[in-house]
């Protein structure tokens, strides 16, 4: 039998570190070394220098958030979080929101530390950079299996897989499926009740009708998805927002479609691709080493995501070459096709979002992947950190 003391000894060291207690999970902590490590090759860093970008990367079987900016140096950080997928960004408001999909799923809401708190009893430091911090959660039912995120018009939208669906997210805690594709409409009603299809990313438009979401399959097959008999290779599809159809086909489990000068951007997966749909059919724009997911696209140059390829979903990329899948982002120019830099990450497994913030207003995390960890500075960050930069009013 465990005496007393020692428990209470334990529970008064449990839930001690900031990144547990904003994950609500006891696990979260720095990763080990060879996650964090990177190496950028090429022009990859002139090219954020020159974007004034903050580059926000999702890599969800770490269990981890990233970000890289450069303003006269290089700046790499971090964040943990329960299997992150789709990413969004509100420019206007300066606010981050992350798709954590393990169930329940959670809507994670980061904003920029704008200031410090005053305080007497401890030494707080204002924070270089503004750094990202969580300041809403909203918990949401597991079996939406949340992916992509996205701004339709001014309000947020998500893939909710396990529902064939497009959800609107209207207030904390809340959605509305407001979109999905003819093929699961019946005479009960459409198919909510299992993952026929899935529709996994969304080239997001002003309107839903003005947008595209792509799939791994056209229609219901008597494989579902995640069967190891899955029909994939030259299976996925785009639909249209307009039509609820399908506008393109031939592709192989789709993901991260974007509009761009009003066309639908997209990475073919399984084939390790990055093209554009044309004329109704997919165009191979650069073909990268390893599973592509992930999609951002600023002034000519596409950020890509390639990941390993999981041994259980080996079946899902048959246009790989299982020995050369590196982890990394690569910039890529749209008019060529051509790599120009990239950011390597050698102990990387699986990326799944590319997202940007102005580097003006965040240059990242709150916890740095380079530097020796500065325990004292970290706790003291959380303790203090004001997201507002509140004016006080004592007379009201």
Same mark, same amino acid.
């Given at each position: 039998?465990?005496? !007393?003391?020692?428990?209470?000894?334990?529970?008064?060291?449990?839930?001690?570190?900031?990144?547990?207690?904003?994950?609500?999970?006891?696990?979260?902590?720095?990763?080990?070394?060879?996650?964090?490590?990177?190496?950028?090759?090429?022009?990859?860093?002139?090219?954020?220098?020159?974007?004034?970008?903050?580059?926000?990367?999702?890599?969800?079987?770490?269990?981890?958030?990233?970000?890289?900016?450069?303003?006269?140096?290089?700046?790499?950080?971090?964040?943990?979080?329960?299997? !992150?997928?789709?990413?969004?960004?509100?420019?206007?408001?300066?606010?981050?929101?992350?798709?954590?999909?393990?169930?329940?799923?959670?809507?994670?809401?980061?904003?920029?530390?704008?200031?410090?708190?005053?305080?007497?009893?401890?030494?707080?430091?204002?924070?270089?950079?503004?750094?990202?911090?969580?300041?809403?959660?909203?918990?949401?039912?597991?079996?939406?299996?949340?992916?992509?995120?996205?701004?339709?018009?001014?309000?947020?939208?998500?893939?909710?897989?396990?529902?064939?669906?497009?959800?609107?997210?209207?207030?904390?805690?809340?959605?509305?499926?407001?979109?999905?594709?003819?093929?699961?409409?019946?005479?009960?009603?459409?198919?909510?009740?299992?993952?026929?299809?899935?529709?996994?990313?969304?080239?997001?438009?002003?309107?839903?009708?003005?947008?595209?979401?792509?799939?791994?399959?056209? %229609?219901?097959? %008597?494989?579902?998805?995640?069967?190891?008999?899955?029909?994939?290779? %030259?299976?996925?599809?785009?639909?249209?927002?307009?039509?609820?159809?399908?506008?393109?086909?031939?592709?192989?489990?789709?993901?991260?479609?974007?509009?761009?000068?009003?066309?639908?951007?997209?990475?073919?997966?399984?084939?390790?691709?990055?093209?554009?749909?044309?004329?109704?059919?997919?165009?191979?724009?650069?073909?990268?080493?390893?599973?592509? %997911?992930?999609?951002?696209?600023?002034?000519?140059?596409?950020?890509?995501?390639?990941?390993?390829?999981?041994?259980?979903?080996?079946?899902?990329?048959?246009?790989?070459?299982?020995?050369?899948?590196?982890?990394?982002?690569?910039?890529?120019?749209?008019?060529?096709?051509?790599?120009?830099?990239?950011?390597?990450?050698?102990?990387?497994?699986?990326?799944?979002?590319?997202?940007?913030?102005?580097?003006?207003?965040?240059?990242?995390?709150?916890?740095?992947?380079?530097?020796?960890?500065?325990?004292?500075?970290?706790?003291?960050?959380?303790?203090?950190?004001?997201?507002?930069?509140?004016?006080?009013?004592?007379?009201?």
């Amino acid at each position: 039998m465990v005496a !007393p003391a020692s428990l209470w000894k334990m529970y008064g060291n449990d839930w001690r570190h900031p990144a547990q207690v904003v994950n609500l999970w006891p696990g979260a902590k720095r990763p080990e070394a060879p996650t964090l490590a990177y190496k950028a090759v090429g022009h990859f860093w002139d090219i954020l220098d020159q974007l004034k970008v903050t580059l926000l990367v999702g890599r969800e079987y770490e269990h981890l958030l990233t970000g890289f900016s450069y303003r006269g140096k290089p700046t790499a950080t971090f964040h943990p979080m329960p299997h !992150p997928s789709g990413i969004a960004v509100d420019s206007e408001r300066g606010r981050v929101f992350v798709a954590s999909t393990r169930s329940p799923n959670q809507l994670v809401e980061l904003a920029p530390i704008k200031a410090v708190l005053r305080r007497t009893d401890v030494v707080v430091r204002p924070p270089t950079g503004a750094p990202l911090v969580p300041v809403h959660s909203h918990f949401l039912p597991g079996c939406l299996y949340l992916h992509d995120l996205a701004f339709v018009g001014n309000q947020l939208h998500g893939n909710a897989v396990a529902h064939n669906a497009i959800v609107r997210f209207d207030r904390i805690g809340s959605f509305t499926r407001v979109w999905w594709p003819a093929c699961i409409d019946s005479r009960r009603g459409p198919r909510f009740d299992l993952n026929l299809l899935q529709l996994n990313s969304i080239a997001a438009g002003r309107t839903l009708k003005t947008s595209y979401f792509t799939a791994s399959i056209a %229609r219901p097959h %008597r494989r579902r998805p995640g069967d190891k008999d899955f029909p994939v290779d %030259r299976r996925g599809v785009v639909f249209s927002g307009l039509t609820r159809e399908t506008i393109c086909g031939g592709l192989t489990r789709p993901h991260s479609a974007r509009l761009h000068d009003g066309q639908v951007w997209l990475d073919n997966s399984g084939y390790g691709e990055l093209g554009v749909v044309s004329a109704g059919k997919f165009e191979v724009v650069s073909r990268l080493p390893g599973w592509t %997911r992930g999609l951002l696209i600023r002034d000519g140059i596409a950020f890509v995501g390639t990941s390993r390829v999981i041994p259980r979903f080996r079946q899902y990329a048959p246009g790989l070459d299982r020995d050369r899948h590196v982890c990394a982002v690569h910039a890529v120019e749209l008019s060529s096709g051509r790599v120009l830099g990239a950011l390597l990450f050698p102990g990387g497994n699986q990326i799944f979002a590319i997202e940007a913030i102005a580097s003006s207003l965040s240059t990242g995390f709150a916890f740095d992947m380079t530097g020796t960890r500065n325990r004292t500075q970290e706790f003291s960050l959380f303790y203090a950190f004001d997201s507002e930069a509140r004016k006080e009013h004592p007379n009201e």
